[in-house]
């Protein structure tokens, strides 16, 4: 894909605004029938778009083959048409224009525009879904990190409904490339995800009385209870953290960067390490980690030799893994956060109880995504309570973090409302 | 090992330090090997951490045949403990880097400052100062050069390296009356904008060459200032700049290209005469831009001969092929109370006989929409 100037941009805008005039008059049912078909295809490992990734994204964004497969095959798991419909029930109701006599109307955008960020595939799936769904034509900013799958929905999206696919354009330029971006950011509604430096920069050129819907970049742990830690339950909770955290090489926002114990005996957290380690080297051999920048592999190294130091100074600090191996687990001797250089870097906090755990973690609260939470029992509720009214936008079980449902309220919002206007009609 | 081998090491490094410095200084690579061996044989048992942090790689005086083998320390180490080679209540001095109180700072404990200091003056004279070693003059000038400072005086930041090295060379080079009237021009945290003018605008009617040292983020202050003032200055003749440091934290932050373009518009010091230096805390030896000690070789930082610089290859540990970028790996012998071999934050390059720093690159957020991790730290107060 070329490289468009700030007319190209524009141009494309105009065409998904034109298109759009045909989708809006278009009833949502038929819409969501045309993106189920979508879904429920890319369900489908053999289908072209799956083949297209498999063949393209590893190169394009770093990850292994095995890694791309076992990612999509995860995460699309629950995303079939009726989950969709589901969300489009669930958040907008009879306003959905499903019945005649609703008294609120909820519509799309006349356009919108979105700037992708990161190389995870599902979240650029839905991230177009989501505008078609409500109505809106939507013209796409690829990442630099990741060129191909918003093409590939695209297409795929032109495949089993040409109408729908006209109402999608994918576009691609560098980031410094300001009246570029302006003419993308003129879309009626835009949709940016990225670190607080790029929301807030987009966020001071968007023209008043735009929308602006905003993803920042997120951070989710693990929180594992007595249960969980017994011997005999011990090797499965670490399977299934070590898959939340080998899918998408930990870079993603739903990979836990580290993992609490709760639990009155400290050495809990050492047994559980161990145990993990093993469970990322069994990983590595299914689910190889990908590319790593010199830069994020420095990072890494420093990293697991700044804890070795930490040992060899006499305090409870135990580091798991060779210096060449692609995965590293440190048991820590403390709740205290540290850096995280993410590629399978995963540190062991010990916490003696909720409360004290959830004093840990208020300070990352604000930028809190998934927890996975296991081993508390009859507990269990009010675990995953405590971690909600902290701000967790989702508490799953280990195993489960990247595969979130498709009504995830991802930042804890909604998937469609923020792409739409609301009008209450109080007639008569 | 007693504390007399301590002392025998350490007179052999200073005995190397004091030797006259030259242009073409050899690295005499057998000496640095033997000496980086016994330095190590010795933190390896006397400092304690290290010792096993070694023991646990393999690494040990049995096992490592060269001064490569010996293992380096992260230097976020010396933010997590005291890395000495000596009793605690040995330590006369403690030099801290940077930081905030969001951050943890790295401290570098010493028993002696004499390693530290005599390292300090051959490096600076060689890479800074060469018409000192070739006994020629400074440009067309017979006038002593001036040395001004952008940068505290140590007695305002005693635990601030780079204010005792700039102290050391400030009393070292008047001591041999190398340099005409110099001193600092920063007090109290602040640019003093009009002795710093005042003093270049003496030294010009003298025709006396300067050297302008200092911090990048300072230069760019006073530059900034020249620039509001419309001033330009034409130098004397023989003037030169070493500035270091980076701008971490710092409003506003400059290109090293463009932080050259401006101190040739607004000082008439051409960027060839501008040197950078490459130091840590942590470390007692400096690295220095070879502009002026071999004028119209590419440029470079050249190591003095007892410190070394190595570049590894993060993933495998091994050394980076030639002009590869690798992690910075430091040897550096001045460090005998402490550790000598750490790895620095910053990825280089070799050229040549000498590296270029290549800085540190963000590199794990760029692929996932995962918190990067210096910014989930950022918002979690003191650590």
Same mark, same amino acid.
């Given at each position: 894909m070329s490289t468009a100037s700030a007319e190209n941009v524009a141009a494309a805008l105009t065409r998904v605004r034109h298109a759009g005039v045909a989708l809006r008059a278009r009833s949502r049912a038929q819409i969501l029938d045309s993106l189920a078909?979508?879904?429920?295809?890319?369900?489908?490992?053999?289908?072209?778009?799956?083949?297209?990734?498999? +063949?393209?994204?590893?190169?394009?964004?770093?990850?292994?083959?095995?890694?791309?497969?076992?990612?999509?095959?995860?995460?699309?798991?629950?995303?079939? %048409?009726?989950?969709?419909?589901?969300?489009?029930?669930?958040?907008?109701?009879?306003?959905? %224009?499903?019945?005649?006599?609703?008294?609120?109307?909820?519509?799309?955008?006349?356009?919108?525009?979105?700037?992708?960020?990161?190389?995870?595939?599902?979240?650029?799936?839905?991230?177009?879904?989501?505008?078609?769904?409500?109505?809106?034509?939507?013209?796409?900013?690829?990442?630099?990190?990741?060129?191909?799958?918003?093409?590939?929905?695209?297409?795929?999206?032109?495949?089993v409904d040409p109408g729908l696919g006209a109402c999608v354009e994918v576009v691609r330029f560098p980031a410094g490339d300001l009246a570029a971006l302006d003419a993308l950011l003129s879309a009626d509604c835009v949709v940016a995800s990225g670190s607080d430096a790029t929301i807030g920069a987009i966020a001071a050129r968007i023209r008043p009385g735009r929308r602006l819907v905003a993803y920042g970049h997120r951070a989710s742990v693990a929180v594992v209870g007595p249960l969980a830690l017994t011997p005999s339950a011990l090797p499965e909770t670490c399977q299934r953290l070590a898959l939340d955290v080998a899918l998408w090489d930990q870079l993603g926002c739903l990979s836990p960067l580290a993992v609490y114990t709760v639990a009155a005996d400290r050495s809990a957290g050492g047994d559980l390490a161990a145990a993990l380690a093993s469970a990322l080297a069994e990983?590595?051999?299914?689910? !190889?980690?990908?590319?790593?920048?010199?830069?994020?592999?420095?990072?890494?190294?420093? @990293?697991?030799?700044?804890?070795?130091?930490?040992?060899?100074? %006499?305090?409870?600090?135990?580091?798991?893994?060779?210096?060449?191996? !692609?995965?590293?687990?440190?048991?820590?001797?403390?709740?205290?956060?540290?850096?995280?250089?993410?590629?399978?870097?995963?540190?062991?906090?010990?916490?003696?109880?909720?409360? @004290?755990?959830?004093?840990?973690?208020?300070?990352?609260?604000?930028?809190?995504?998934?927890?996975?939470?296991?081993?508390? %029992?009859?507990?269990?509720?009010?675990?995953?309570?405590?971690?909600?009214?902290?701000?967790?936008?989702?508490?799953?079980?280990?195993?489960?973090?990247?595969?979130?449902?498709?009504?995830?309220?991802?930042?804890?919002?909604?998937?469609?409302?923020? +792409?739409?206007?609301?009008?209450?009609?109080?007639?008569? | 090992m007693s504390n007399s081998a301590r002392a025998a090491l350490d007179a052999k490094v200073l005995a190397w330090m004091r030797e006259p410095a030259s242009i073409a200084w050899p690295q005499e690579e057998e000496r640095f090997d033997r000496l980086a061996r016994e330095l190590f044989a010795f933190q390896f048992e006397r400092c304690a951490p290290y010792g096993r942090f070694c023991a646990r790689r393999g690494r040990t005086p049995a096992t490592v045949q060269s001064w490569r083998d010996v293992p380096p320390v992260p230097s976020g180490a010396f933010k997590e403990l005291a890395l000495r080679s000596f009793a605690p209540e040995a330590t006369v001095h403690v030099f801290r880097t940077s930081g905030t109180s969001a951050t943890r700072r790295g401290q570098l404990y010493l028993d002696t400052l004499a390693l530290y200091e005599a390292s300090v003056l051959p490096s600076f004279v060689v890479h800074v100062l060469p018409e000192l070693v070739r006994g020629s003059l400074f440009g067309q000038s017979a006038s002593r050069p001036r040395l001004r400072v952008l940068a505290p005086a140590p007695l305002e930041a005693p635990d601030s390296s780079l204010s005792h090295m700039f102290g050391v060379l400030l009393r070292e080079l008047a001591s041999k009356g190398a340099i005409g009237p110099s001193g600092f021009d920063v007090a109290g945290g602040e640019l003093r904008f009009e002795g710093w003018l005042s003093a270049l605008e003496d030294a010009m009617a003298h025709d006396a060459p300067l050297v302008l040292c200092g911090t990048a983020f300072a230069f760019v202050h006073a530059l900034d200032e020249l620039a509001r003032r419309g001033a330009r200055l034409a130098l004397p003749a023989g003037s030169r700049v070493m500035e270091t440091g980076g701008f971490k934290g710092r409003a506003r932050e400059l290109s090293r290209e463009a932080l050259y373009a401006l101190i040739e518009e607004r000082l008439s010091i051409a960027p060839a005469r501008v040197v950078n230096q490459y130091g840590m805390t942590e470390l007692a030896s400096q690295f220095h831009d070879s502009v002026l000690r071999f004028p119209g070789a590419p440029r470079r930082k050249l190591a003095p001969p007892w410190a070394r610089v190595r570049l590894v290859d993060p993933a495998t540990g091994d050394e980076a092929l030639p002009g590869e970028v690798g992690v910075i790996v430091i040897h550096d012998l001045g460090n005998t109370g402490s550790v000598c071999a750490v790895e620095t934050a910053d990825l280089g390059r070799s050229i040549g006989d000498g590296f270029e720093v290549i800085g540190r690159e963000p590199g794990a957020e760029a692929r996932g929409c995962s918190l990067a991790a210096d910014e989930m730290l950022t918002g979690l107060g003191p650590a």
């Amino acid at each position: 894909m070329s490289t468009a100037s700030a007319e190209n941009v524009a141009a494309a805008l105009t065409r998904v605004r034109h298109a759009g005039v045909a989708l809006r008059a278009r009833s949502r049912a038929q819409i969501l029938d045309s993106l189920a078909q979508v879904l429920d295809r890319w369900r489908d490992p053999t289908s072209k778009a799956r083949l297209s990734l498999d +063949l393209a994204l590893p190169e394009a964004t770093g990850f292994s083959r095995e890694v791309v497969r076992a990612g999509l095959a995860h995460a699309l798991e629950g995303w079939t %048409g009726d989950a969709l419909r589901a969300v489009v029930q669930r958040e907008l109701g009879k306003s959905a %224009g499903v019945g005649e006599d609703e008294c609120t109307f909820a519509g799309g955008f006349e356009t919108t525009s979105v700037l992708l960020a990161g190389a995870l595939p599902s979240p650029t799936l839905l991230a177009i879904l989501a505008p078609l769904a409500v109505g809106s034509p939507v013209l796409v900013r690829t990442s630099s990190s990741d060129p191909v799958t918003a093409r590939v929905v695209a297409a795929s999206i032109a495949e089993v409904d040409p109408g729908l696919g006209a109402c999608v354009e994918v576009v691609r330029f560098p980031a410094g490339d300001l009246a570029a971006l302006d003419a993308l950011l003129s879309a009626d509604c835009v949709v940016a995800s990225g670190s607080d430096a790029t929301i807030g920069a987009i966020a001071a050129r968007i023209r008043p009385g735009r929308r602006l819907v905003a993803y920042g970049h997120r951070a989710s742990v693990a929180v594992v209870g007595p249960l969980a830690l017994t011997p005999s339950a011990l090797p499965e909770t670490c399977q299934r953290l070590a898959l939340d955290v080998a899918l998408w090489d930990q870079l993603g926002c739903l990979s836990p960067l580290a993992v609490y114990t709760v639990a009155a005996d400290r050495s809990a957290g050492g047994d559980l390490a161990a145990a993990l380690a093993s469970a990322l080297a069994e990983a590595e051999l299914r689910l !190889p980690r990908g590319r790593i920048a010199i830069s994020a592999g420095a990072a890494f190294a420093r @990293a697991r030799a700044e804890a070795e130091v930490r040992a060899a100074a %006499g305090r409870s600090v135990a580091v798991y893994g060779s210096p060449r191996d !692609p995965w590293c687990v440190v048991s820590e001797d403390s709740p205290e956060p540290r850096e995280a250089p993410l590629y399978r870097f995963v540190r062991i906090h010990p916490v003696a109880d909720l409360a @004290a755990l959830s004093s840990e973690l208020g300070p990352l609260a604000p930028s809190l995504a998934a927890v996975a939470v296991s081993g508390f %029992g009859t507990d269990s509720r009010s675990a995953a309570q405590r971690l909600a009214d902290l701000g967790a936008s989702r508490v799953c079980a280990p195993g489960r973090m990247q595969a979130p449902p498709l009504g995830w309220h991802h930042d804890g919002q909604g998937i469609l409302t923020p +792409l739409c206007r609301f009008s209450d009609l109080e007639l008569d | 090992m007693s504390n007399s081998a301590r002392a025998a090491l350490d007179a052999k490094v200073l005995a190397w330090m004091r030797e006259p410095a030259s242009i073409a200084w050899p690295q005499e690579e057998e000496r640095f090997d033997r000496l980086a061996r016994e330095l190590f044989a010795f933190q390896f048992e006397r400092c304690a951490p290290y010792g096993r942090f070694c023991a646990r790689r393999g690494r040990t005086p049995a096992t490592v045949q060269s001064w490569r083998d010996v293992p380096p320390v992260p230097s976020g180490a010396f933010k997590e403990l005291a890395l000495r080679s000596f009793a605690p209540e040995a330590t006369v001095h403690v030099f801290r880097t940077s930081g905030t109180s969001a951050t943890r700072r790295g401290q570098l404990y010493l028993d002696t400052l004499a390693l530290y200091e005599a390292s300090v003056l051959p490096s600076f004279v060689v890479h800074v100062l060469p018409e000192l070693v070739r006994g020629s003059l400074f440009g067309q000038s017979a006038s002593r050069p001036r040395l001004r400072v952008l940068a505290p005086a140590p007695l305002e930041a005693p635990d601030s390296s780079l204010s005792h090295m700039f102290g050391v060379l400030l009393r070292e080079l008047a001591s041999k009356g190398a340099i005409g009237p110099s001193g600092f021009d920063v007090a109290g945290g602040e640019l003093r904008f009009e002795g710093w003018l005042s003093a270049l605008e003496d030294a010009m009617a003298h025709d006396a060459p300067l050297v302008l040292c200092g911090t990048a983020f300072a230069f760019v202050h006073a530059l900034d200032e020249l620039a509001r003032r419309g001033a330009r200055l034409a130098l004397p003749a023989g003037s030169r700049v070493m500035e270091t440091g980076g701008f971490k934290g710092r409003a506003r932050e400059l290109s090293r290209e463009a932080l050259y373009a401006l101190i040739e518009e607004r000082l008439s010091i051409a960027p060839a005469r501008v040197v950078n230096q490459y130091g840590m805390t942590e470390l007692a030896s400096q690295f220095h831009d070879s502009v002026l000690r071999f004028p119209g070789a590419p440029r470079r930082k050249l190591a003095p001969p007892w410190a070394r610089v190595r570049l590894v290859d993060p993933a495998t540990g091994d050394e980076a092929l030639p002009g590869e970028v690798g992690v910075i790996v430091i040897h550096d012998l001045g460090n005998t109370g402490s550790v000598c071999a750490v790895e620095t934050a910053d990825l280089g390059r070799s050229i040549g006989d000498g590296f270029e720093v290549i800085g540190r690159e963000p590199g794990a957020e760029a692929r996932g929409c995962s918190l990067a991790a210096d910014e989930m730290l950022t918002g979690l107060g003191p650590a």
